[in-house]
């Protein structure tokens, strides 16, 4: 059980904002935590990391909040502006297809793709580029990793290039950590984590890093990351391409056995 916390300056994001007035409506109504995650149906730890602006408020649970305390759609108005500032424009789309794939598939080269990244490892890449608000951008990258506790969550593969593993920008004591957390992630039955070893011959991903979406029902979605932004593609010419090219990117990584013991060796050489 998480533990209950004091909630961030409300003024300082509207993340934060959304966080304080759950708390002052729950403590109003003389309810716990645990008590309000039941009325809105979730859990107790969700209720903690929205309330420390810590994750960031799903549509569902702004309704059943509405619902649970009798607001009159209080949280539902403030929803839109939340997710309006807590993911760039651009990035939303992806997001939301990201909330309902069956599948992913993801190519990184350069550093470890952001559903399998710890909160230390993302805080670090993200404060790379001086945002304003680090916290709001980190609740949201923690935020869309919440897809692995669905009760049906979706089928993911991952390839990564070694050198995304290596490059020493990171301080030892969270590498250590995020290796841990690739093994736990790699031994959970829906996941493939593939390794691309430093050694191997050209292949498609050196374009770049993207990831591609699945589906029970509809299209493809394709997604492919840039400098500044990415850019969400529907056109299924170009999901057919990248299909084949992140085939032919498996096709020169580790086998997902193999990968893991790379990590491991990794993760033994930082404990030495």
């Known amino acids: 059980m998480a533990a209950e916390t004091d909630t961030p300056d409300p003024t300082s994001s509207l993340l934060a904002f ?27 730890a969700m209720i903690s ?19 649970a305390f009798g607001t009159g759609g209080h949280f539902g108005r403030l929803y ?6 807590a993911y760039p424009s651009w990035f939303l789309p992806f997001v939301q297809f990201e909330r309902d794939a069956s599948s992913i598939r993801s190519f990184q080269p350069q550093v470890i793709p952001g559903l399998l990244q710890t909160e230390e490892y993302a805080r670090e890449v ?30 993911t593969w991952f390839v990564m290039d070694d050198y995304a593993l290596t490059r020493a920008f990171m301080p030892p004591k ?12 790699a031994d959970r039955p829906r996941t493939v984590i593939q390794v691309v070893p430093r050694d191997a011959p050209p292949h ?12 029970d029902e509809g299209s493809d979605v394709l997604h492919v990351d840039g400098y500044s932004q ?13 299909a084949h090219a992140y085939d032919l990117i498996r096709a ?20 030495t």
């Not at 839109?80 to 500032?85: A, N």
């Open 18 to 44: 959304f966080g304080s007035e759950l708390r002052r409506v729950r403590l109003a109504e003389g309810k716990s935590q645990s008590e309000t995650a039941k009325l809105a149906h979730t859990t107790q």
């Open 49 to 67: 990391y929205v309330e420390s602006a810590k994750r960031v408020p799903s549509e569902e649970l702004a309704r059943d909040l509405d619902l």
């Open 80 to 85: 839109p502006l939340v997710i309006k500032f």
């Open 126 to 155: 993200l404060a790379s580029g001086r945002p304003d608000s680090l916290d709001d951008l980190l609740a949201a990258r923690m935020t869309r990793q919440d897809l692995f506790e669905r009760d049906t969550p979706p089928r």
């Open 174 to 185: 969270i590498m250590k950590g995020q290796f841990q957390h690739l093994l736990q992630a």
């Open 204 to 215: 498609p991903g050196l374009a770049g890093p993207f990831t591609l979406l699945s589906f």
């Open 230 to 242: 990415g850019w969400t593609v529907l056109d299924a010419g170009r999901i057919s391409e990248a």
């Open 252 to 271: 020169t990584a580790l086998s997902p056995r193999a990968s893991a013991d790379l990590i491991n060796t990794y993760l033994k050489e930082l404990a």
